[in-house]
């Protein structure tokens, strides 16, 4: 082998062509190992709510076809965008090819504005189950969250789909791999985008989960202050505790997707400073991330899920 070969190019016969990055061969297999271990647990926890909740008839409540909607976009992060972003990551050349180029770009912001999509869709079910329980299974029937459900699917799909058609344009891979990126319209363009995807959604979340906390603290406190004043010391330390755990419950849910998604947010608007791509893939890898944590926050923590995760991984699927 001659000496030239230590410095490689993704094309050799192209003088343009960005050159390969070389990791050591420990560091190589174990950040695919860690990688494919993430994605790998996505699919499996995610697959387990959405056999759970469409085996199990009990669980058909409009609630849980939330969680399964949700968990059925954290599927496809799990499925497709997690493994190709590993590649994208681990390698420096870009070898899928152009049209994979271009359907990654869709397919992981799709899955993004389906996860904030369903998110919404949470938050204003359990806005109404808190702020006005009597009228809930009167407002809130499973086809008419069906209903909601496959809206917000098609105009995701539909979306999304006209905005790489018309809006973003996708450099396809040439020589290597910074080629594979959204190349972004007018400013405009951008600001509208961001406000439809992410300003809008995030604040209709976050407004309902601040009025389900301030209901939730307030029912707590009316509920706690018609005990007998014997034990007026020990209800207040409950009632306190209860808040607490209200709290605690609703800052998980509402910032477990700021959290994963912000670093991405401030990389999308701010991406002409940050030339770094490794560092930049790597923040948009650990907003995907939010598809592991979200079958945890939103199933995990329902009795329910225990019982039917242990059935189906003991195969015992009988009793529907």
Not at 76 to 92: D, K, Y
């Amino acid at each position: 082998m001659e000496k030239h070969e230590d410095v490689q190019y993704c094309f050799q016969d192209r003088n343009s062509s960005c050159r390969k990055a070389f990791l050591s061969t420990s560091i190589y297999i174990t950040l695919y190992i860690f990688f494919s271990l993430i994605s790998a647990v996505t699919v499996f926890l995610n697959l387990l709510v959405i056999i759970s909740i469409s085996h199990f008839k009990q669980l058909h409540t409009p609630t849980n076809l939330l969680i399964l909607s949700l968990a059925a976009s954290d599927l496809l992060v799990g499925l497709i965008v997690i493994p190709v972003t590993t590649v994208a990551i681990m390698e420096s050349c870009w070898g899928l090819g152009e049209y994979f180029c271009v359907f990654f770009g869709y397919i992981t912001s799709l899955c993004t504005s389906l996860s904030l999509g369903n998110l919404v869709l949470i938050s204003i079910d359990r806005y109404v189950a808190v702020c006005d329980p009597l009228l809930y299974h009167s407002k809130i029937r499973i086809t008419r969250m069906m209903c909601c459900i496959s809206i917000t699917w098609c105009c995701c799909i539909i979306y999304r789909a006209a905005n790489v058609q018309f809006f973003v344009r996708i450099q396809v891979p040439s020589r290597c791999l910074k080629e594979c990126t959204t190349v972004e319209g007018s400013v405009w363009v951008n600001i509208t985008d961001i406000v439809i995807t992410m300003v809008v959604p995030c604040s209709v979340i976050i407004t309902l989960y601040v009025k389900i906390f301030v209901v939730a603290r307030s029912q707590a406190r009316k509920v706690f202050s018609k005990e007998a004043p014997s034990v007026s010391g020990v209800k207040t330390v409950q009632a306190n505790k209860s808040e607490r755990k209200t709290a605690k419950t609703l800052s998980i849910v509402v910032f477990n997707y700021f959290i994963c998604w912000i670093p991405f947010l401030f990389v999308f608007v701010f991406s002409s400073i940050l030339s770094n791509k490794f560092i930049a893939y790597f923040i948009h890898f650990m907003g995907l991330v939010n598809s592991l944590i979200n079958p945890i926050i939103y199933a995990f923590l329902y009795p329910w899920f225990k019982v039917t995760a242990k059935c189906i991984l003991s195969l015992n699927l009988k009793h529907s």
